[in-house]
């Protein structure tokens, strides 16, 4: 038997085989080949990328109808447009180089093409080619869409895995995560909770890649992933799954139940999410609002700024499955871990610090405009309300709140429908937010506690950093009284409080967010059932302050 240990980081167990993830070499040279090899290479590739767009448009046609089918099959149509493979012909004739570069040459220029056409229409082909020369780079080199190549769903491993490369991932095919580095407070872990599947990191060398294709059995409470189990393991490792799935029945008992205490204090359940898809979960487990949808993952997850129509159609997707709940919509949250390409972004020193989230869009007016455009349409059809997050400074929520003015200014103009009531939050997650609490409640409607950033800011400890283990600590009695400080200023001022980190999710904390007052929890839909029989055992009078103290 074979025990790794590391640090679960999403709970629940099970088995399936490890599938050891290879990051593609994306990174195309020219280098001189025999062509006509070459242009067999291309047929080849041509010939899987038309099979697999058809199987895409089949599939969109069950799913979302004929328009986006229709997209599929234009795609099959470029694959072999004439003058597009003439191109890549007479560059391999003419260079006498791989296919590769000569495709990747032709989807340049026919991009850049389309590009300064006149024509709108026109000029959006162009993401059409650089999506199918994209296809046809992956036929070419063998890289799998989504990184799994696999007909059966598998654990993933990996050395880790950035946040965006989680994302690009086909998610049916994954039961669980395992990792040699990361941390519980990454995005990748945070977003493995929100897909509700187990996850472990920081299992180190231990995780060898030679384990690709093993069954394992593992478990993401305690952090073992386990080979080929002595029978008294299989057997404890069987009777916890067992465990796990008759309290899931138990919790689905809890169901349109509301969340209250036994003496009568209601909390808000709500959740967190980073895609449209979540809202599914969402509502599979009676979560009673959002508290925190991630926006930056629709910029994580595209190869470029998503357009104002793209978000739009996604935050009004959202706003209508909530039905008129809540739906707290969070701003551009990149930098540090959340890295995207596209925004050109210099290397910082020390990026956690650096130019990110509420930053960034303070300094680039139209990438700003552009999302609080599509998040004012989308509050015409829900309860939308804008969150800002990193904020330091007073003076920042009053350019948000200036931007957010001059965008409802234009769109009334235009005479495009918006909520002019929509609320507006900002996320206390810096210290200095916390000692500007009182004045910053009187410009907004809530406040939503980031616990994952104001610890790693509070105590000065690196949330990605694994080695940190118990010094970043979200329990510690300093970043509980900045809670406790910031729950104080908003209802001074008649404003409601959450949490929408990961602490708010902690069971055992549940005590000390009623004692100091805390008004909603946001949390992975995952655990809004077990957090409702929790709270429905409570008594508010009596649960006190100890925790604050040190
Ligand atoms: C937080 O910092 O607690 C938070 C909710 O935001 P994120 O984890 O996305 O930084
Ligand atoms: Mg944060």
């Known amino acids: 038997m074979i025990v790794i240990q590391g640090k679960g980081v999403s709970k629940g167990v099970l088995k399936g085989n490890i599938y050891f993830y290879h990051r593609a070499e994306k990174k195309i040279e020219k280098v001189s080949a025999d062509v006509e090899a070459e242009k067999a290479r291309l047929a080849e590739a041509q010939q899987k990328a038309i099979a697999q767009l058809e199987v895409l448009a089949e599939n969109c046609r069950e799913e979302a109808g004929d328009e986006t089918a229709i997209l599929f099959e234009t795609h099959a149509m470029f694959v072999e447009d004439e003058d597009y493979v003439d191109a890549i012909m007479s560059t391999m004739e003419e260079e006498q180089c791989n296919a590769e570069y000569a495709v990747m040459m032709a989807g340049e220029q026919f991009a850049a093409m389309f590009a300064a056409m006149d024509d709108a229409y026109m000029q959006a082909r162009a993401a059409d080619i650089k999506d199918v020369t994209q296809r ?80 394992a059995y593992i478990d993401g409470e305690t952090g073992q992933v386990v080979l080929d189990p002595d029978p008294m393991t299989l057997a404890a490792m069987r009777e916890k799954y067992e465990k796990q799935q008759k309290m899931k029945e138990l919790y689905q008992q809890l169901k349109g139940q509301e969340d209250v205490t ?56 959202v706003a209508m499955a909530m039905n008129g709940k809540r739906v707290i919509i969070r701003t551009l949250d990149i930098g540090a871990d959340k890295q995207v390409g596209y925004f050109n972004l210099n290397k910082e020193e020390n990026p956690a610090m650096g130019l990110r989230a509420v930053r960034i869009c303070l300094n680039r007016p139209e990438v700003f405009r552009t999302q609080l455009r599509a998040l004012y349409r989308a509050s015409a059809y829900g309860k939308v309300a804008i969150m800002f997050p990193m904020i330091a400074s007073v003076w920042e929520v009053k350019e948000c709140r200036r931007a957010c003015q001059s965008v409802m200014k234009e769109l009334t103009e235009e005479g495009v429908p918006f909520n002019p009531d929509t609320e507006i939050g900002i996320m206390i997650e810096t210290p200095s937010s916390v000692f500007m609490a009182e004045e910053l409640a009187q410009l907004v409607d809530f406040f939503s506690v980031g616990t994952n950033d104001l610890t790693q800011y509070t105590l000065a400890c690196d949330r990605q950093c694994n080695d940190l283990g118990k010094f970043f600590d979200p329990h510690h009695p300093a970043v509980l009284r900045a809670l406790k400080m910031a729950t104080d200023a908003a209802h001074k001022a008649g404003i409601w409080i959450g949490i929408c980190g990961e602490l708010g999710a902690d069971i055992s904390m549940l005590p000390t967010f009623l004692a100091i007052g805390v008004d909603e929890l946001s949390v992975t839909p995952s655990a809004v059932l077990p957090l409702r029989a929790e709270i429905r055992k409570s008594i508010a009078q009596t649960c006190n302050l100890d925790m604050l103290n040190a």
């Open 136 to 215: 046809l780079l992956n036929n070419l080199m063998g890289i799998v869409e989504g990184g799994i190549d696999s007909e059966e769903p598998v654990i993933l491993a990996a050395d880790d895995l950035a946040p965006s490369e989680t994302l690009q991932m086909d998610k049916t095919k994954i039961l669980g995560f395992v990792t040699q580095g990361g941390s519980g407070n990454s995005h990748t872990a945070i977003l493995a909770r929100t897909m509700g599947i187990p996850a472990i990191c920081g299992l180190g060398d231990a995780l060898k890649p030679e384990y690709h294709g093993r069954l």
């Open 262 to 317: 036994l003496d009568g204090r209601k909390i808000k359940l709500y959740c967190n999410i980073g895609s449209p898809e979540d809202v599914a979960s969402v509502i599979a487990n009676d979560g009673q609002g959002i508290g925190l949808f991630r926006s930056e993952f629709l910029y994580l997850a595209s190869e470029d700024y998503p357009t104002e129509d793209a978000q739009f159609e996604a935050y009004k997707s």
